[in-house]
Nanobody, 127 residues
Framework: QVQLVESGGGLVQAGGSLRLSCAASGRTFSNYVIVWFRQAPGKEREFVGA????????HYADSVRGQFTISRDNAKNTVYLQMNSLKPEDMAVYYC????????????????????WGQGTQVTVSS
C-alpha cells in the first residue's frame, strides 16, 4: 500500500520557521511529482509548490517563492517543505500529494490527477 505521511507541523511564532516532511512508502516515485498544497479555514486548497522525484525541477506559487523551499531526500523517500518568515496568512493544513509527471505537466497543478494524498499537518502561526 502506498502512503504519504506529512509531519513537522506545529505552532510557530510569526517570523519563525518550520520544516515539513512528506514521507512516501510503498513504491519508488521516480516518475512522479510531489506537490504541496495548503488549505486555510474557509479557503479553498491552494497550490504551494512541487518537486520532481528525480531531476532538478521545482515549482513554487508566486505567494511563497523566495519564502519556502522544497527539497527531497531520495534515500529517505522524503520531500521537505522549508518554510521561513512565517506569517499568520501561512496558517493552514498542509498536504502533500503525488501525481504522475505526465498528469502533472498536462495541466495546472490544481487540476492534475493525484494518485496519492497525505492526511495533512497543521501549521499554526501566532502573532
Amino acid at each position: 500500500q502506498v502512503q504519504l505521511v506529512e509531519s513537522g507541523g506545529g505552532l510557530v511564532q510569526a517570523g519563525g520557521s518550520l520544516r515539513l516532511s512528506c514521507a512516501a512508502s510503498g513504491r519508488t516515485f521516480s516518475n512522479y511529482v510531489i506537490v504541496w498544497f495548503r488549505q486555510a479555514p474557509g479557503k479553498e486548497r491552494e497550490f504551494v509548490g512541487a518537486i520532481t522525484w528525480s531531476g532538478s525541477n521545482t515549482h513554487y506559487a508566486d505567494s511563497v517563492r523566495g519564502q519556502f523551499t522544497i527539497s527531497r531526500d531520495n534515500a529517505k523517500n522524503t520531500v521537505y517543505l522549508q518554510m521561513n518568515s512565517l506569517k499568520p496568512e501561512d496558517m493552514a493544513v498542509y498536504y502533500c500529494a503525488a501525481a504522475r509527471s505526465g498528469n502533472f505537466y498536462a495541466g495546472s497543478p490544481k487540476s492534475a490527477a493525484y494518485d496519492y494524498w497525505g492526511q495533512g499537518t497543521q501549521v499554526t502561526v501566532s502573532s
